[in-house]
């Protein structure tokens, strides 16, 4: 496997490896510059749509990204070019952070939106209704003073605690970055599945080997149902990830088009 190692591909585990070992051990801040924070937080830098994808979560969070692209890289690296490569990318990573910061912005909107109905009008059941999707940022005690607060209505006590909790939550859900260069590497999946579906591929778990089309179909339909369930208690950007398989999509579809731009 490493020795099949192609030149775009090695820099790019090289620059994620060593910014991990750089942001985990030396400089931690880095990872509060670099990673993505939506547009409306404090914490936003414009070239966050960049660096974003060369941070990571923790060692399993490079691990994954970094081993697909080991995998799936050197092979798409021959056969598109090392500019063509790295040009699908930096689009699906840094375009999949864009798509992505508009996803969080209107996610953002809907539920300052339902904030400010309860302000405006105070309602337990209400409450009640935005904790429970958005449960994964509360900590279990709130359902106690749920019941409390739905027992004293009127309580102005207990409204403007509830007020002050949901605001809380809208800045902590503000300042939730993204990191990692998933939506980079479902860039590189689709452009596989896409140049090269027959290509038998073994997975470990089951072990059983799969076409590469099925499993980035499989792959996709599983992303698509996450980003329509969302769930409040999964962290995974799922959206980005689907952005990524979009972009690459796209891209590829356009280099297919052409087809003097392979050679």
């Not at 993505?36 to 691990?63: C, E, G, R, V």
């Amino acid at each position: 496997m490493f020795r099949n190692i192609t030149p775009v591909v090695q820099n790019l585990l090289l620059i994620n490896v060593v910014l991990f070992i750089v942001s985990a051990f030396i400089f931690p801040s880095l990872n509060q510059w670099f990673a993505l924070y939506y547009i409306n937080s404090q914490y936003f830098k414009p070239f966050q749509f960049l660096t974003y994808m060369f941070m990571h979560a923790d060692f399993w969070h490079l691990f994954s990204n970094m081993f697909g692209l080991l995998i799936f890289g050197p092979l798409l690296e021959q056969f598109l070019g090392p500019k063509k490569l790295l040009t699908l990318w930096m689009l699906c990573g840094v375009g999949s952070g864009v798509l992505y910061s508009g996803y969080t912005a209107f996610r953002m909107n809907q539920l300052e939106a339902k904030v400010e109905a309860f302000q405006a009008n105070p309602d337990p059941e209400v409450f009640n209704r935005i904790v429970t999707q958005n449960r994964g940022y509360f900590e279990s005690a709130v359902y106690d003073f749920i019941d409390d607060y739905s027992r004293n209505p009127n309580d102005q006590v207990k409204i403007d605690r509830a007020s002050q909790t949901l605001d809380a939550i809208m800045t902590i859900q503000s300042n939730v970055p993204m990191v990692g260069a998933s939506g980079a590497l479902f860039g590189v999946l689709i452009a596989f599945a896409m140049l090269f579906p027959n290509t038998q591929l073994f997975l470990l778990f089951p072990p059983m080997p799969v076409k590469a089309k099925y499993l980035v179909l499989f792959y996709g339909l599983y992303t698509i149902y996450n980003v329509l369930v969302n769930n409040p208690l999964d962290n995974v950007a799922h959206f980005a990830h689907l952005s990524g398989l979009v972009i690459g999509g796209i891209l590829v579809y356009k280099w297919k088009k052409d087809r003097n731009s392979f050679y």
